[in-house]
């Protein structure tokens, strides 16, 4: 038994070896890959697809429940799920039929649709909050909540934690230096012109004296945060830390903004609901409605009207807030089909049972090899962290981060027909997931064990 992660000499060798069983495996996809690069950048239509620790992309024909079909006809049990955008698991029925229904019918025309009054009926009780909007993704989401509380408060600062994701907002892509606590542009991001680190401040997560300190000026118009930190490695809150956190922001006049993109996995509702954050506005995009693109955002009354005097007050024009296929006929009708047949108890009654067994089984395998490694749960989503507890802020995660490992996870299980989210370790429990399932990703991490065991 060993307390001491792997060798890198170890986890080196068998990383070749995986390397090379994917190449001898993968036929189809490699050829894929390189065909691709005539027509594609890094030969994807995304350059995000190929940041997959294997040789090439995997190039996917269907996908069905968590089930994937690659190109070479091997199938995978999905616990990716599309980073949660296919949280419910790929194509469910009611889904599809309501997107074909609606195909036949209109895709978009830039009015609302007849269901629009449903749609936002079914969100108030889903999430809770009374007023609503509606946008292609939840990047355009948080940069339309951003304009909005601006506006609303006259006030330019934003607030964000250290290690937040809120997809491609040029505002939240600012870097805390953690010797100086001055804040810096994010040199990974490309094409900056615009100094964001001006009008961006970054404060560690579950630090409430960092908090207050940017809040005390007076100047911030919104916080604008997850839950828990989710895209780098999953950083729960600690007890106690919303309520207070809650409370800074109302006593310094400050909007909180929950983006729940990630944490809608916690509960029917999400996070905010669950356990009561009350806040200003919302913001859920990617598994909203069911993996077809959609976001929307939500707020209270109190600051509808607030948004309504905004936007009186200023002069006729683009707003800077909306694009046309926002709220699009087809968007509708697939958000309220995945409200009434996917954001249910049952779903999610079946999803924390099954990641709870998940977690169980994983936590036992690694005590029992004498890993010093934890898994971290929130709801149906939990990271495998290669480090010793549970962090606390993202400068935990960087001081342990063993990226080799996480590479030889992910490879490894792919190669052997499980999916892991290749970014970081997270996995992801859907109502279409089974117990056999969970037990082939079981067996799956054992054979790694053994693997890394062996000398």
């Known amino acids: 038994m060993t307390s001491q992660h792997p060798s890198s000499d170890r986890i080196a060798a068998l990383q070749q070896a995986e390397r090379e069983r994917f190449m001898a495996t993968h036929p189809a996809s490699l050829a894929l ?28 024909n269907e996908a069905q429940g968590v089930t994937l079909q690659c190109a070479d006809g091997l199938r995978y049990t999905d616990f990716c799920l599309g980073d949660t955008g ?43 909050l009374p007023m609503w909007q509606m946008a292609l993704t939840a990047s355009d989401a948080n940069r339309f909540v951003l304009r909005w509380a601006r506006a609303i408060t006259q006030r330019p600062q934003l607030l964000v934690f250290d290690g937040c994701y809120h997809g491609a907002v040029d505002d939240t892509l ?26 961006t401040r970054v404060v560690p997560f579950n630090d409430l004296a960092a908090l207050e300190a940017a809040l005390v000026q007076g100047d911030v118009a919104c916080l604008l945060a997850e839950p ?34 990630h944490t809608i996995s916690t509960a029917l509702g999400g996070y905010a609901r669950a356990n009561d954050l009350a806040p200003d506005f919302l913001v859920v995009g990617k598994a909203v409605a069911g993996g077809l693109p959609c976001a929307v955002y939500g707020f209270t009354q109190e600051v509808a009207q607030r948004m309504r005097q905004a936007k009186q007050a200023a002069p006729e024009g ?24 996917l954001h249910t108890n049952a779903s999610y ?107």
């Open 33 to 60: 890959a390189d065909a691709a690069q005539a027509h594609y950048l890094f030969g994807v239509p995304l350059h995000w697809m190929r940041d997959w620790p294997s040789p090439a992309t995997l190039f996917v």
């Open 86 to 128: 296919a949280m419910f698991g790929h194509s469910p029925e009611p889904l599809a039929q309501a997107i074909a229904q609606q195909a036949a019918r209109g895709l978009t025309c830039m009015l609302p649709a007849a269901n629009t009054l449903a749609v936002g009926e079914s969100l108030a009780r889903v999430f809770g």
């Open 174 to 199: 600012v870097d805390l230096d953690p010797v100086t606590g001055h804040m810096l542009a994010r040199p990974s991001v490309l094409g900056q012109v615009h100094n964001h680190a001006h009008f």
């Open 228 to 261: 828990a930190l989710t895209n780098f490695g999953l950083v729960p809150p600690e007890p106690g830390f919303w309520a207070a956190a809650r409370a800074l922001c109302r006593a310094h006049g400050t909007l909180f903004v929950c983006d729940e993109t």
């Open 318 to 341: 683009h707003s800077g807030i909306g694009t046309t296929l926002s709220g699009n006929a087809l968007a509708l009708a697939a958000l309220q089909a995945a409200l009434t047949h």
């Open 349 to 455: 009654a079946h999803m924390l049972a099954l990641a709870e067994r998940l977690e169980h089984g994983l936590t036992e395998r690694i005590e029992h090899a004498g890993m010093p490694w934890t898994v971290t749960r929130l709801g149906a989503r939990m990271e495998l962290q290669f480090m010793p507890e549970t962090p606390r802020h993202a400068q935990d995660v960087r001081d342990h981060a063993r990226g080799e490992l996480e590479a030889l996870t992910h490879l490894f299980m792919l190669n052997r027909g499980v999916l892991l989210t290749p970014f970081h370790s997270m996995l992801l429990v859907s109502p279409a997931t089974t117990a056999q399932d969970v037990e082939q990703l079981l067996q799956v991490f054992d054979a790694l064990l053994a693997a890394l065991a062996d000398p």
